[in-house]
C-alpha cells in the first residue's frame, strides 16, 4: 500500500512542471508546427503552423544566432507576429554563413517551448526568381532585354548576375501553337518570325550547375509590317592568309552596305547597346557583297557581326548577328626564317614572326611551337624537329656543303589544332670549318718544338763534316812534340792528287833522317830528330811497290 501510494506520489511530483500552469488558470502553449524559411532572390521568409487553433490571441516571435556568437537574437520582422508568416528580408547576413533560427508561440505571459529550425546557409537556400523581360518588335523578328532576378541592389546574385544563362520559351498567340524554346542572351533577338503576327513568351533563369529559376509571367506582342528592304543573309566570314573576307547573300541590286562589329560581352550586360556597336572602316558603303577586313581589326575575343543594306532612304534591318571567335577562324601566317653558317661546321637557324604587323598579331593571339625541316640539298632525307625556342642549331654537318631549311608554325594547344602553311626553303652553305686552322696550329707546334731536336741533329751532322773534311791543324801532343808544323791532311781522304811519297833514311839508331821528294807544290826537304827509331805505324800497310822502291834507294846513298 504504501510503496503503491510513494510510486502515485514520484509521478505527480515528476508531472507536476506540465500540469502546474492549468492548474494555477494558465494556459498550455504548443510549439508551432512545420516550420520552413524561404529565400527567393534576396526576400526572406519565416512560414509555420500554429499547433493549436482554438486558443486566441496567440502571437509568434523567433530568434537568431550567427556563427562566433552564442546569444540568440531578436529576429527582424519577426516580433509578435499574428499571422503564420514574418518577412525577415531587412536582417543583414553572410550569405555564405550558416544561420540558426528559432520560434515560440506567445499569448500574455504565457510562452511555448522553442522550435529550432535545423542551420542552413542562404545562398544554398536561395531560389531564383522569375527576371524582368522587356520587348521589343521588328518585322520577322523580337528583340529581347532580360534584366537579371532579385533587386538591382541585391546581395544575393551580386556576384552571380552575370553568369546567369536564360531560357525562352516562345509561341504564336494561337491554342494550337507549338511552343519553342531556346537559350538566349540578356540582349538578343529572336528570329524567323512571321509579320505582323503576335507572339508569347516566358523566360527563366538559371545558374549552373543546379539552380533553376522559375519563369516570368508571360509577355505578348505583335511584329510589324515588313520592312521594303530585306536583311542581308547568310552572314559568314573567310579567313585567307592575313586577312578576313566578310560575305553576305542579298537579292536586290544597286543597293549599298555597312557592317558592324560589338564584343560579344556586351550581350551579357543588361542595358542598352545601341552605342556600343564599332563601324568596320572597310566595309562601309560597299556596293558588293563582300568586303575585306584586316586581320589585326580583331584582338582576342568573341565578337559579334551585323551588316545593313540601304537603297537611298531606305535602309533594311540589320541582319541576324554573326558570332565570331579570330582564334578558331584565324589563319596562321608562316614564320620567318633565316641560316647562317658557322666556323665548327654547323648552321644556326632563325625563326622570327611574319614582318606585316597584322600578322604578328594574328600570331600572339596563340602560343606557338615550329616545326622545321632540314635536309641536305642534294638528298631527299629529311630531319624533321619541334621546337619552342626560335634559335636553334644544327651541329656536325659536312664541310662546304649546302643545306636547306623550311618552317611552320603550330599552335601548342592542341584544342585549337592550328598550323600555318610552311615557310619558304632558306638554304646556306658550310664553311670549310676548323680543319685547315687545326693542321696549321698543329704544324707550328710540331715546328717549334722540332727546333732543338734539329738543331742538335745540325749539330751533330756539322761536328762529323768538320771532323771529317776540316780535322784539327794542331797534332796530339805525343806527336807535336817530333814534329815542327801540322801533319799533313787527313790520310783517310784521298785527293785527286798523288800524295808525295816519304821515306826516311836511318844513320844511325840515334838519328832519323827524313828525305823528301818535292811535290807538286815545290815544298823543301825536311828533316826531323827524334830519340827513338820506333815506326809510327803510318806505313805498315804501305803496298809492296813503294817498298821495293825505297829498298832500291839505300844502296845507291850508301855507295855515292
Given at each position: 500500500m504504501f510503496s503503491l501510494l510513494g510510486a502515485t506520489t514520484l509521478v505527480l511530483v515528476a508531472g507536476a512542471p506540465w500540469t502546474l500552469p492549468a492548474a494555477v488558470g494558465g494556459i498550455n502553449l504548443k510549439s508551432p508546427q512545420n516550420v520552413e524559411v524561404h529565400i527567393i532572390d534576396d526576400t526572406f521568409t519565416l512560414s509555420w503552423n500554429r499547433s493549436d487553433l482554438a486558443v486566441g490571441n496567440v502571437t509568434f516571435s523567433a530568434d537568431y544566432q550567427v556563427p562566433r556568437n552564442d546569444t540568440w537574437l531578436k529576429l527582424p520582422?519577426?516580433?509578435?507576429?499574428?499571422?503564420?508568416?514574418?518577412?525577415?528580408?531587412?536582417?543583414?547576413?553572410?550569405i555564405y554563413e550558416e544561420v540558426k533560427l528559432r520560434i515560440r508561440a506567445e499569448k500574455g505571459n504565457d510562452t511555448s517551448p522553442w522550435h529550432n529550425v535545423d542551420a542552413f546557409t542562404p545562398f544554398e537556400k536561395a531560389q531564383i526568381g522569375p527576371p524582368k523581360v522587356h520587348l521589343e518588335a521588328e518585322d520577322k523578328a523580337i528583340k529581347i532585354n532580360i534584366s537579371p532576378p532579385g533587386a538591382k541592389d541585391g546581395i544575393m546574385w551580386a556576384l552571380d548576375s552575370s553568369s546567369f544563362t536564360y531560357s525562352l520559351a516562345i509561341w504564336k498567340n494561337s491554342s494550337s501553337a507549338e511552343v519553342r524554346t531556346k537559350t538566349v542572351y540578356p540582349r538578343d533577338k529572336i528570329y524567323q518570325l512571321s509579320p505582323e503576327t503576335t507572339?508569347?513568351?516566358?523566360?527563366?533563369?538559371?545558374?549552373?550547375?543546379?539552380?533553376?529559376?522559375?519563369?516570368?509571367?508571360?509577355?505578348?506582342?505583335?511584329?510589324?509590317v515588313e520592312n521594303k528592304l530585306p536583311p542581308p543573309e547568310n552572314i559568314r566570314?573567310?579567313?585567307?592568309?592575313?586577312?578576313?573576307?566578310?560575305?553576305?547573300?542579298?537579292?536586290?541590286?544597286?543597293?549599298?552596305?555597312?557592317?558592324q562589329w560589338l564584343h560579344a560581352y556586351f550581350r551579357k550586360i543588361p542595358g542598352s547597346e545601341s552605342g556600343k556597336w564599332r563601324q568596320i572602316s572597310d566595309c562601309a558603303n560597299v556596293k558588293t557583297t563582300q568586303c575585306v577586313i584586316p586581320q589585326n581589326t580583331f584582338q582576342k575575343g568573341i565578337y559579334l557581326i551585323r551588316v545593313q543594306a540601304s537603297d537611298g532612304n531606305t535602309t533594311s534591318v540589320w541582319s541576324k548577328d554573326k558570332r565570331f571567335d579570330p582564334q578558331l577562324q584565324s589563319v596562321l601566317a608562316p614564320p620567318v626564317i633565316n641560316m647562317k653558317s658557322t666556323n665548327d661546321v654547323s648552321l644556326r637557324v632563325y625563326i622570327s614572326?611574319?614582318?606585316?604587323?597584322?600578322?604578328?598579331?594574328?600570331?600572339?593571339?596563340?602560343?606557338?611551337?615550329?616545326?622545321?625541316?632540314?635536309?641536305?640539298?642534294?638528298?631527299?632525307?629529311?630531319?624533321?624537329?619541334?621546337?619552342k625556342r626560335t634559335d636553334l642549331t644544327f651541329p656536325n654537318l659536312k664541310p662546304?656543303?649546302?643545306?636547306?631549311a623550311k618552317a611552320r608554325a603550330l599552335t601548342a594547344d592542341?584544342?585549337?589544332?592550328?598550323?600555318?602553311?610552311?615557310?619558304?626553303?632558306?638554304?646556306?652553305?658550310?664553311?670549310?670549318?676548323?680543319?685547315?686552322?687545326?693542321?696549321?696550329?698543329?704544324g707550328i707546334c710540331v715546328a717549334l718544338l722540332?727546333?732543338?731536336?734539329?738543331?742538335?741533329?745540325?749539330?751533330?751532322?756539322?761536328?762529323?763534316?768538320?771532323?771529317?773534311?776540316?780535322?784539327?791543324?794542331?797534332?796530339?801532343?805525343?806527336?807535336?812534340?817530333?814534329?815542327?808544323?801540322p801533319p799533313l791532311r787527313n790520310l783517310l781522304l784521298f785527293t785527286s792528287e798523288e800524295q808525295t811519297e816519304r821515306c826516311f833514311i836511318i844513320e844511325n839508331t840515334n838519328i832519323l833522317t827524313a828525305v823528301e821528294e818535292p811535290d807538286q807544290a815545290g815544298e823543301d826537304h825536311k828533316k826531323y830528330n827524334s830519340q827513338t827509331s820506333q815506326d809510327s805505324g803510318n806505313y805498315s800497310n804501305e803496298d809492296e811497290s813503294n817498298g821495293s822502291k825505297c829498298g832500291e834507294d839505300f844502296p845507291q846513298e850508301e855507295a855515292e
Amino acid at each position: 500500500m504504501f510503496s503503491l501510494l510513494g510510486a502515485t506520489t514520484l509521478v505527480l511530483v515528476a508531472g507536476a512542471p506540465w500540469t502546474l500552469p492549468a492548474a494555477v488558470g494558465g494556459i498550455n502553449l504548443k510549439s508551432p508546427q512545420n516550420v520552413e524559411v524561404h529565400i527567393i532572390d534576396d526576400t526572406f521568409t519565416l512560414s509555420w503552423n500554429r499547433s493549436d487553433l482554438a486558443v486566441g490571441n496567440v502571437t509568434f516571435s523567433a530568434d537568431y544566432q550567427v556563427p562566433r556568437n552564442d546569444t540568440w537574437l531578436k529576429l527582424p520582422g519577426c516580433q509578435s507576429i499574428t499571422s503564420t508568416k514574418c518577412n525577415f528580408s531587412s536582417l543583414k547576413l553572410n550569405i555564405y554563413e550558416e544561420v540558426k533560427l528559432r520560434i515560440r508561440a506567445e499569448k500574455g505571459n504565457d510562452t511555448s517551448p522553442w522550435h529550432n529550425v535545423d542551420a542552413f546557409t542562404p545562398f544554398e537556400k536561395a531560389q531564383i526568381g522569375p527576371p524582368k523581360v522587356h520587348l521589343e518588335a521588328e518585322d520577322k523578328a523580337i528583340k529581347i532585354n532580360i534584366s537579371p532576378p532579385g533587386a538591382k541592389d541585391g546581395i544575393m546574385w551580386a556576384l552571380d548576375s552575370s553568369s546567369f544563362t536564360y531560357s525562352l520559351a516562345i509561341w504564336k498567340n494561337s491554342s494550337s501553337a507549338e511552343v519553342r524554346t531556346k537559350t538566349v542572351y540578356p540582349r538578343d533577338k529572336i528570329y524567323q518570325l512571321s509579320p505582323e503576327t503576335t507572339y508569347c513568351l516566358k523566360v527563366r533563369a538559371r545558374l549552373l550547375p543546379r539552380k533553376i529559376g522559375a519563369y516570368s509571367p508571360v509577355h505578348c506582342i505583335k511584329t510589324t509590317v515588313e520592312n521594303k528592304l530585306p536583311p542581308p543573309e547568310n552572314i559568314r566570314i573567310d579567313a585567307k592568309n592575313d586577312i578576313y573576307v566578310l560575305k553576305w547573300d542579298y537579292a536586290y541590286e544597286n543597293v549599298t552596305f555597312q557592317a558592324q562589329w560589338l564584343h560579344a560581352y556586351f550581350r551579357k550586360i543588361p542595358g542598352s547597346e545601341s552605342g556600343k556597336w564599332r563601324q568596320i572602316s572597310d566595309c562601309a558603303n560597299v556596293k558588293t557583297t563582300q568586303c575585306v577586313i584586316p586581320q589585326n581589326t580583331f584582338q582576342k575575343g568573341i565578337y559579334l557581326i551585323r551588316v545593313q543594306a540601304s537603297d537611298g532612304n531606305t535602309t533594311s534591318v540589320w541582319s541576324k548577328d554573326k558570332r565570331f571567335d579570330p582564334q578558331l577562324q584565324s589563319v596562321l601566317a608562316p614564320p620567318v626564317i633565316n641560316m647562317k653558317s658557322t666556323n665548327d661546321v654547323s648552321l644556326r637557324v632563325y625563326i622570327s614572326a611574319p614582318e606585316e604587323s597584322e600578322n604578328k598579331s594574328v600570331n600572339q593571339h596563340y602560343s606557338v611551337i615550329y616545326e622545321i625541316v632540314f635536309w641536305e640539298n642534294i638528298s631527299n632525307a629529311e630531319r624533321k624537329t619541334l621546337e619552342k625556342r626560335t634559335d636553334l642549331t644544327f651541329p656536325n654537318l659536312k664541310p662546304l656543303t649546302v643545306y636547306c631549311a623550311k618552317a611552320r608554325a603550330l599552335t601548342a594547344d592542341e584544342r585549337w589544332n592550328k598550323s600555318s602553311i610552311f615557310s619558304d626553303p632558306v638554304c646556306e652553305k658550310t664553311k670549310a670549318g676548323n680543319t685547315s686552322k687545326t693542321w696549321l696550329i698543329a704544324g707550328i707546334c710540331v715546328a717549334l718544338l722540332s727546333i732543338p731536336v734539329v738543331s742538335y741533329v745540325l749539330k751533330l751532322l756539322l761536328r762529323c763534316i768538320r771532323y771529317v773534311f776540316f780535322p784539327s791543324s794542331k797534332p796530339p801532343s805525343t806527336i807535336h812534340e817530333y814534329l815542327s808544323e801540322p801533319p799533313l791532311r787527313n790520310l783517310l781522304l784521298f785527293t785527286s792528287e798523288e800524295q808525295t811519297e816519304r821515306c826516311f833514311i836511318i844513320e844511325n839508331t840515334n838519328i832519323l833522317t827524313a828525305v823528301e821528294e818535292p811535290d807538286q807544290a815545290g815544298e823543301d826537304h825536311k828533316k826531323y830528330n827524334s830519340q827513338t827509331s820506333q815506326d809510327s805505324g803510318n806505313y805498315s800497310n804501305e803496298d809492296e811497290s813503294n817498298g821495293s822502291k825505297c829498298g832500291e834507294d839505300f844502296p845507291q846513298e850508301e855507295a855515292e
